[in-house]
């Protein structure tokens, strides 16, 4: 069995930041790609960000210069540090994980976290 645990969400002002944390944990042998998504109400949810085993990474545009994603492998662990926080940067963020359990990987996801972002 997997766990994946997001911590780090909250209320934050326009113009703040916010480090999102996700901790894989139980049966692992290895992860691949690790990636943060999110869904705002009524929209689906939508890539924001991924990085692979080697440390490569990619970006929605509307996050690019703002966000950075960063992991680390000893821990089973994939960050998110949102800077200059948009009010149109509100929504859920659920983080993934593509993880080899046996013979094959799957995907895995967080139960998701908040993110608000208003004045």
């Known amino acids: 069995q997997v766990r994946m645990v997001e911590t780090g969400g909250g209320l934050v002002q326009p113009g703040g930041s916010l480090r999102l944390s996700c901790a894989a944990s139980?049966?692992?042998?290895?992860?691949?790609?690790m990636g943060w998504y999110r869904q705002a109400p009524g929209n689906q949810r939508e890539l924001v960000a991924a990085?692979?085993?080697?440390?490569?990474?990619n970006y929605a545009d509307s996050v690019k210069g703002r966000f950075t994603i960063s992991r680390d492998n000893a821990k089973n662990t994939v960050y998110l540090q949102m800077n200059s926080l948009k009010p149109e940067d509100t929504a859920v963020y659920y983080c993934?994980?593509?993880?080899?359990?046996?013979?094959?990987?799957?995907?895995?996801w967080g139960q998701g976290t908040q993110v608000t972002v208003s004045s």
């Open positions: 993934n994980a593509e993880i080899l359990r046996g013979y094959k990987y799957d995907v895995y």
């Open positions: 990085i692979r085993t080697g440390g490569s990474s």
């Open positions: 139980g049966n692992i042998f290895s992860i691949g790609q």
